[in-house]
């Protein structure tokens, strides 16, 4: 059993920041895979960060050099930094962690606009 719980979404400008957090909890020790995937309406659900239990990162192109993603150390919880958002940043996030099996969180909104 797998929990994860996110937050931080909310509405902002162009240009502005939001960072979204994603705890994990329940039967799992050590560091796993965790990430960030989105899906806009009439998109198809894509990567936004990956972190792997060693720290390696991968970004979605269309995020690369605007949003960072962390992991507080020796913990299952990551950071994403999201700065320089455009409107088209706007979606349902979503965070994941792969053990045998994937885990997803419920989803945070994320609303860019003016």
């Known amino acids: 059993q797998v929990q994860l719980v996110e937050s931080g979404g909310g509405w902002v400008q162009p240009g502005g920041s939001l960072r979204l957090s994603c705890a994990a909890s329940g039967r799992i020790f050590g560091l796993y895979p965790m990430a960030w995937y989105r899906q806009a309406p009439g998109k198809q659900r894509e990567l936004v960060a990956r972190?792997?239990?060693?720290?390696?990162?991968n970004y979605g192109d269309s995020v690369m050099g605007r949003f960072t993603l962390s992991r507080d150390n020796g913990k299952n919880i990551v950071n994403l930094q999201m700065n320089s958002l455009k409107p088209e940043d706007t979606a349902v996030y979503y965070c994941?962690?792969?053990?045998?099996?994937?885990?997803w969180g419920q989803g945070t909104h994320v609303t860019v606009s003016l």
């Open positions: 994941n962690l792969r053990n045998s099996q994937d885990y």
């Open positions: 972190i792997t239990g060693s720290g390696s990162l």
